[in-house]
């Protein structure tokens, strides 16, 4: 049967299962057919052996090309292999030597495997170096070009900008290690000028935390409230208390042990009472380890808590604190309290701990006492501002 643009409209999936593979071939030109998904995808193939070996190619999707158009590169991929080429093998080398390649290369070998961070490599990827890049050769991107890019995203976004570049960067140094271009091929996204950034210095005042409690009171989802007040009760990291299981607290010595961290080591979390106390009252999830489970997605755990927390921030009218603001938020309020800073960077697991480990031999355990005094902290104004509000209340 010939393939005909009123045959592909009509055709639909006749596989096993949803990995399947299905195709109509076409009468006319032996090999070149129409692929069908399990999810009604169209797309033309071509399929031709050589050198032993069965190859096929994917031309491009039905209704993007028509099917002469389809059907004439079939044939021009056919003569090649025809005459002892490999227009697979071509494809692939050309899709190496091309910017999406590489990038494609160096998220699945390198950034999946050795970066915590490398879902923010893969949106930057298609947020902005893809669309800029994709398409081009890696050796004719130029200098001149990647300081342009970084200028323009930098006018609107000045750190994401910094951040971008030097992934581009990391990019363009894994090509030259993997002999993607020449070991001495100049990395054009290399000592460009940073835009000048400042840190953010975003804190709660202590009088919001009863408005605060009261929104998070009436959220719905117990993990998502139970994970912004542990993130007040602990000063942990964002991602390092999502990621927790319940095998991981030792009730008995009042830890939540990490097998990992920012830091790439283990750590523990200490636990005060307010912090146990809220682990002992959070329902444990059928078949779910993690502690702050995804209510959607069966064995996932809770993922997007920026949404949610938008939401109650701003019930609260605290629209300028981010959830990180939070961890620095509770830092600030031992700082204030007098605890001592060596003691407040082993709360938070900073990577220079030297000072503070002198100061866990010295004392009994001053990371657990640096966390109780956070317990005082927040429970002392929680109790205040509430008392302060009911007396206004009265008197009106």
Same mark, same amino acid.
């Given at each position: 049967?010939?393939?005909?643009?009123?045959?592909?409209?009509?055709?639909?999936?006749?596989?096993?299962?949803?990995?399947?593979?299905?195709?109509?071939?076409?009468?006319?030109?032996?090999?070149?057919?129409?692929?069908?998904?399990?999810?009604?995808?169209?797309?033309?193939?071509?399929?031709?052996?050589?050198?032993?070996?069965?190859?096929?190619?994917?031309?491009?999707?039905?209704?993007?090309?028509?099917?002469?158009?389809?059907?004439?590169?079939?044939?021009?991929?056919?003569?090649?292999?025809?005459?002892?080429?490999?227009?697979? %093998?071509?494809?692939?080398?050309?899709?190496?030597?091309?910017?999406?390649?590489?990038?494609?290369?160096?998220?699945?070998?390198?950034?999946?495997?050795?970066?915590?961070?490398?879902?923010?490599?893969?949106?930057?990827?298609?947020?902005?170096?893809?669309?800029?890049?994709?398409?081009?050769?890696?050796?004719?991107?130029?200098?001149? %070009?990647?300081?342009?890019?970084?200028?323009?995203?930098?006018?609107?976004?000045?750190?994401?900008?910094?951040?971008?570049?030097?992934?581009?960067?990391?990019?363009?140094?894994?090509?030259?290690?993997?002999?993607?271009?020449?070991?001495?091929?100049?990395?054009?996204?290399?000592?460009?000028?940073?835009?000048? %950034?400042?840190?953010?210095?975003?804190?709660?005042?202590?009088?919001?935390?009863?408005?605060?409690?009261?929104?998070?009171?009436?959220?719905?989802?117990?993990?998502?409230?139970?994970?912004?007040?542990?993130?007040?009760?602990?000063?942990?990291?964002?991602?390092?208390?999502?990621?927790?299981?319940?095998?991981?607290?030792?009730?008995?010595?009042?830890?939540?042990?990490?097998?990992?961290?920012?830091?790439?080591?283990?750590?523990?979390?200490?636990?005060?009472?307010?912090?146990?106390?809220?682990?002992?009252?959070?329902?444990?999830?059928?078949?779910?380890?993690?502690?702050?489970?995804? %209510?959607?997605?069966?064995?996932?755990?809770?993922?997007?808590?920026?949404?949610?927390?938008?939401?109650?921030?701003?019930?609260?009218?605290?629209?300028?604190?981010?959830?990180?603001?939070?961890?620095?938020?509770?830092?600030?309020?031992?700082?204030?309290?007098?605890?001592?800073?060596?003691?407040?960077?082993?709360?938070?697991?900073?990577?220079?701990?030297?000072?503070?480990?002198?100061?866990?031999?010295?004392?009994?355990?001053?990371?657990?006492?640096?966390?109780?005094?956070?317990?005082?902290?927040?429970?002392?104004?929680?109790?205040?501002?509430?008392?302060?509000?009911?007396?206004?209340?009265?008197?009106?």
């Amino acid at each position: 049967m010939k393939l005909t643009k009123t045959v592909c409209d009509k055709a639909v999936y006749k596989g096993k299962g949803k990995k399947g593979f299905y195709a109509l071939w076409d009468g006319q030109l032996r090999g070149f057919g129409l692929r069908i998904t399990p999810s009604g995808t169209k797309s033309f193939i071509v399929f031709y052996r050589t050198g032993g070996k069965q190859r096929i190619i994917t031309i491009g999707r039905f209704g993007v090309l028509t099917v002469d158009q389809a059907r004439k590169r079939a044939q021009e991929i056919l003569v090649e292999a025809n005459q002892g080429g490999d227009p697979a %093998e071509e494809k692939k080398k050309a899709h190496k030597s091309t910017f999406a390649g590489l990038a494609d290369d160096y998220l699945q070998n390198h950034s999946r495997i050795h970066k915590k961070s490398w879902r923010e490599d893969q949106r930057r990827l298609n947020a902005y170096l893809l669309p800029a890049f994709g398409a081009r050769r890696i050796v004719d991107i130029s200098r001149a %070009e990647v300081v342009n890019f970084h200028r323009k995203l930098g006018k609107e976004k000045p750190y994401e900008a910094n951040r971008v570049i030097s992934l581009l960067s990391a990019l363009f140094e894994y090509a030259r290690k993997n002999e993607y271009i020449a070991w001495d091929c100049v990395n054009p996204a290399r000592l460009i000028t940073k835009f000048r %950034e400042r840190s953010r210095a975003v804190f709660m005042k202590k009088e919001d935390l009863p408005k605060l409690f009261a929104v998070l009171d009436r959220e719905a989802n117990p993990y998502f409230k139970a994970f912004i007040k542990l993130t007040l009760y602990t000063a942990a990291r964002k991602t390092e208390l999502l990621t927790s299981k319940w095998g991981d607290v030792d009730w008995d010595q009042k830890v939540l042990r990490l097998k990992d961290s920012k830091n790439g080591q283990p750590y523990e979390i200490r636990l005060s009472e307010s912090a146990l106390a809220i682990l002992r009252e959070l329902p444990r999830q059928a078949g779910n380890d993690y502690i702050f489970p995804s %209510e959607t997605e069966l064995g996932k755990r809770l993922w997007n808590v920026d949404k949610p927390w938008r939401r109650v921030r701003a019930a609260a009218g605290l629209d300028h604190v981010n959830v990180h603001d939070l961890r620095r938020t509770s830092a600030s309020w031992l700082a204030q309290a007098g605890v001592p800073l060596q003691h407040i960077s082993g709360a938070l697991n900073h990577k220079d701990r030297k000072t503070t480990e002198v100061y866990a031999r010295l004392c009994d355990d001053p990371i657990r006492d640096t966390v109780n005094r956070l317990d005082e902290i927040i429970g002392e104004n929680i109790v205040l501002f509430t008392e302060i509000r009911e007396k206004k209340t009265d008197t009106a």
